[in-house]
């Protein structure tokens, strides 16, 4: 029966030692080079502690009610391997001149575990008044709420999230599941109307708002008169940060109803300027921001010299828009 015996690789050369585990070096032991640069990594023993313990799941407040996990408010330990939070990985440079002016320590700040997650909010509306893949909000009141006429939102579109292979158009598949495995959704479903009392975003009648799709709220709050001042708006929450491609496209009702824009023009409408490739096919902008949101237009529409109701469904056609979702 062979004899298993614990080594510890840490002689030098590849050479080891029989050792239940390597001996610790404290970064003080070791000599600098004053002409050289050295970076410090620090990879923390309790970084698997999140996922050991299951941790950063949502918190039940009260029976049905919850918020996100807060750390450290919720964290109970930080003990590696049995904690339920930790630190991610982080490191600092130390540069010749450090060295040379004889500095002994240096601070390296770690973000603890687990990371928050995050969100991309996007917006479909007309971009008509200019087509300039801008938001031009203004113009005369209109409806009952007083809202801007000026390139209204755009209700009855559906967003697809696609996630980035480290580059713009090279996708490994579509998002379906947020970071806590639970449908991708319109975050925005259920938001009250602190005017009106009424749903601004009435996409679903579940409570969770959860429908496994991402429609961006609708034209009419949930009494079916008010205009709600939410429509186009989609916020996606609790994504794992990443860079992602989101694709919108207009709902079946909206193709019944000729509103999809990728048909032919009718015949007494002037036809609408081509659209730049820049602005409809391959946009390169990305957010910066912590919340991964823009304010271009996530579908622009074509220009024509018509009114604006004929420009308006003169063309509509999906497009993508790059995000970059870091932490929220």
């Given at each position: 029966?062979?004899?298993?015996?614990?080594?510890?690789?840490?002689?030098?050369?590849?050479?080891?030692?029989?050792?239940?585990?390597?001996?610790?070096?404290?970064?003080?032991?070791?000599?600098?080079?004053?002409?050289?640069?050295?970076?410090?990594?620090?990879?923390?023993?309790?970084?698997?502690?999140?996922?050991?313990?299951?941790?950063?799941?949502?918190?039940?407040?009260?029976?049905?009610?919850?918020?996100?996990?807060k750390?450290?408010?919720?964290?109970?330990?930080?003990?590696?391997?049995?904690?339920?939070?930790?630190?991610?990985?982080?490191?600092?440079?130390?540069?010749?001149?450090?060295?040379?002016?004889g500095?002994?320590?240096?601070?390296?700040?770690?973000?603890?575990?687990?990371?928050?997650?995050?969100?991309?909010?996007?917006?479909?509306?007309?971009?008509?008044?200019?087509?300039?893949?801008?938001?031009?909000?203004?113009?005369?009141?209109?409806?009952?709420?007083?809202?801007?006429?000026?390139?209204?939102?755009?209700?009855?579109?559906?967003?697809?999230?696609?996630?980035q292979?480290?580059?713009?158009?090279?996708?490994?598949?579509?998002?379906?599941?947020?970071?806590?495995?639970?449908?991708?959704?319109?975050s925005?479903?259920?938001?009250?109307d602190?005017?009106?009392?009424?749903?601004?975003?009435?996409i679903?009648?579940?409570?969770?708002g959860?429908?496994?799709?991402?429609?961006?709220?609708?034209?009419?709050?949930?009494?079916?008169?008010?205009?709600?001042?939410?429509?186009?708006?989609?916020?996606?929450?609790?994504?794992?940060?990443?860079?992602?491609?989101?694709?919108?496209?207009?709902?079946?009702?909206?193709?019944?109803?000729?509103?999809?824009?990728?048909?032919?023009i009718?015949?007494?409408?002037?036809?609408?300027?081509?659209?730049?490739?820049?602005?409809?096919?391959?946009?390169?902008?990305?957010?910066?921001?912590?919340?991964?949101?823009t304010?271009?237009s996530?579908?622009?529409?074509?220009?024509?010299?018509?009114?604006?109701?004929?420009?308006?469904?003169?063309?509509?056609c999906?497009?993508?828009?790059?995000?970059?979702?870091?932490?929220?």
């Amino acid at each position: 029966m062979a004899v298993q015996t614990a080594v510890a690789c840490d002689v030098g050369n590849g050479a080891c030692r029989a050792a239940a585990q390597k001996t610790e070096v404290d970064p003080s032991s070791v000599y600098l080079d004053p002409a050289k640069r050295y970076y410090l990594s620090v990879l923390p023993g309790d970084g698997v502690n999140p996922t050991l313990a299951g941790s950063g799941g949502p918190i039940e407040t009260s029976p049905g009610v919850f918020r996100q996990f807060k750390v450290p408010d919720d964290c109970t330990s930080f003990a590696p391997g049995t904690g339920d939070c930790g630190h991610a990985m982080g490191g600092a440079q130390i540069s010749g001149a450090l060295i040379a002016a004889g500095q002994t320590t240096i601070r390296v700040a770690l973000e603890q575990t687990p990371l928050p997650t995050s969100k991309i909010a996007a917006f479909v509306f007309a971009d008509d008044n200019p087509l300039n893949g801008e938001h031009d909000a203004g113009g005369p009141a209109v409806g009952v709420t007083g809202l801007a006429a000026n390139e209204p939102g755009l209700g009855g579109f559906n967003l697809e999230l696609f996630d980035q292979a480290g580059g713009f158009g090279d996708s490994t598949g579509q998002i379906t599941y947020d970071m806590f495995n639970q449908p991708v959704s319109n975050s925005l479903a259920g938001t009250i109307d602190p005017f009106t009392g009424q749903d601004a975003c009435p996409i679903t009648a579940r409570g969770d708002g959860m429908v496994g799709m991402i429609p961006t709220c609708p034209h009419f709050e949930a009494d079916g008169v008010t205009e709600s001042p939410l429509e186009g708006q989609a916020i996606i929450a609790n994504l794992y940060p990443g860079l992602y491609e989101v694709v919108a496209r207009p709902s079946a009702d909206r193709i019944a109803r000729g509103r999809n824009g990728c048909r032919p023009i009718p015949s007494t409408a002037p036809r609408p300027m081509k659209p730049s490739s820049s602005r409809t096919n391959r946009p390169t902008s990305r957010s910066s921001a912590l919340a991964a949101s823009t304010s271009r237009s996530a579908l622009p529409m074509a220009r024509s010299s018509t009114t604006a109701s004929t420009r308006r469904t003169a063309r509509v056609c999906a497009t993508r828009r790059m995000f970059k979702a870091a932490l929220t």
